[in-house]
């Protein structure tokens, strides 16, 4: 996640709003048992663990080989921050990625981009070429929703797109601050096409280690508070995921 932090905005959907909602009688996703390598596209360090964490979880528990594409380093969550400038803050999230996927047991191989965090638009093209190598041979790429109501995000999901669809790669997005700006049946989210993803106990519990191994984001950092306030993390504390 990297600014402006969607956990601050006073009209924000609580977790006890789509609580009474969820779960819908979607299909329930299960790993294909004939996948044997899966790419999981993130804009930012934590995107992938908020949006499909336990997702992840559950494929290497299944024998998949996982391989996460990092866009960019996150270097913009804090701008003007007096405790890490940028370059120390990317270098930070960077860590917390790698001690997120340990605490997920999903062993993943990382390519990291380093394309500019919050300007992922500008180089889509750029991306579309660098992910049409990451992508060959891969049997499924998660990613990031097009319509998640961040610019980053939305250019990595168009950019999956542009290249799994040169492939012929199956792509399933996950949604990340729609939980934040959507509400029930909004007719702006595909819900027709969504699909829940169960999540065993133990699966849930790592998914909450992942996400607490994210420091620089969901605790204060110097005079700035938390992007990741409790009241998002809520939604990322759920028995279930969703894919579309």
């Known amino acids: 996640m990297s600014a ?7 009209d924000a959907t ?7 909602w969820l779960p819908q009688p979607w299909p329930g996703w299960v790993p294909d048992p004939t996948w044997r390598r899966v790419v999981v596209c993130a804009a930012h360090p934590d ?20 391989h996460l594409v990092a866009v960019t380093d996150g270097e913009a969550s804090h701008p003007g921050n007096p405790v890490l400038g940028p370059a120390e803050l990317a270098a930070a999230r960077v860590a917390e990625s790698a001690c997120a996927s340990a605490a997920l047991g999903a062993g993943a191989t990382t390519t990291r981009l380093g394309l500019p965090d919050s300007a992922v638009a500008a180089h889509e093209d750029e991306l579309a070429l660098a992910l049409g190598a990451q992508l060959a041979g891969a049997d499924a790429v ?3 929703w097009t319509g998640d109501g961040h610019p980053d995000h939305e250019a990595v999901g168009r950019a999956t797109l542009a290249a799994a669809a040169r492939l012929g790669v199956p792509v399933l997005q996950y949604p990340v601050w729609t939980w934040h700006w959507a509400v029930p049946d909004d007719p702006r989210v595909p819900w027709h096409r969504a699909q829940a993803v169960p999540l065993p106990p133990s699966v849930r519990a790592a998914k909450q280690a992942a996400i607490a191994c994210f420091t620089t984001q969901v605790h204060p950092l110097g005079p700035d508070p938390a992007v990741l306030p409790p009241e998002f993390l809520a939604h990322a504390d759920r028995d279930h995921e969703v894919l579309w």
């Open 4 to 10: 402006p932090a969607a956990g601050h905005r006073p």
């Open 14 to 20: 609580s977790e006890e709003t789509w609580a009474a």
């Open 47 to 66: 995107d992938e663990v908020l949006g499909v964490g336990g997702t992840m979880a559950l494929l290497a528990g299944a024998g998949v080989q996982l």
């Open 142 to 144: 998660l990613t990031t």
